[in-house]
């Protein structure tokens, strides 16, 4: 192999790596099939990997998760909305009658627990581009979808909420990154709102 060769060929796998990153694909990564059962096989955010009891902010998300009946879950729940951002959240204070939204699967309802919400300026955003739905919102396999309903739910009384960039995921079974960026809105006093209502569509 000539040495000018091997520099063309070094200065491409230099290229190619960014690039395979840009595409949506883990580079090195062989793609697979998830189990049936378990459809998020390998699916992880790559988000905020410090101690939520580190920061005010996150001190007050394990306190009101308490107030909500969490008990001595409450520190492991605010950690694992702590890492699906990409940014520390930041605490806002929603009026009565403050409406969030959330996409799921044509045909599915949110979960009664769920706290991973948006605001409708972010959902009416993000909807124009239903393609790239799944990757702004950093969705788990079992969350894709090429149709989704939206569902609203209304805060009843005054309620804090904490904001933040979604974080990167990436997927190690089907090699697929995804890039996030949405802000997402975190929910965590369920009691706080009201029941949630279908009050849109969005098909591809």
Not at 27 to 56: E, H, I, Q
């Amino acid at each position: 192999m000539s040495r000018r060769f091997t520099v063309l060929l070094l200065a491409f796998m230099t290229l190619a790596a960014p690039l395979a990153q840009a595409a949506g694909l883990l580079p090195g990564c062989t793609p697979a099939t998830a189990p049936p059962g378990n459809p998020n096989l390998g699916w992880s955010a790559k988000g905020l990997t410090s101690d939520v009891g580190r920061f005010p902010v996150g001190l007050d998300m394990v306190a009101m998760l308490r107030t909500a009946g969490n008990g001595d879950k409450s520190k492991a729940y605010a950690q694992g909305y702590w890492s699906s951002g990409a940014k520390v959240p930041v605490k806002r204070l929603l009026a009565p009658g403050t409406r969030l939204e959330k996409i799921v699967p044509a045909g599915s309802l949110p979960s009664a627990y769920t706290g991973y919400w948006a605001t409708v300026e972010v959902i009416d955003r993000e909807k124009a581009m239903p393609t790239l739905l799944a990757d702004h919102f950093a969705l788990p396999p079992s969350s894709v979808a090429a149709d989704y309903d939206i569902y609203a739910i209304t805060a009843k009384s005054p309620v804090s909420v904490f904001r933040s960039p979604i974080a990167p995921a990436e997927n190690t079974t089907t090699c697929v990154i995804e890039d996030g960026g949405a802000e997402q809105t975190l929910v965590l006093d369920r009691a706080k709102f009201d029941t949630p209502v279908k009050v849109g569509e969005i098909r591809e």
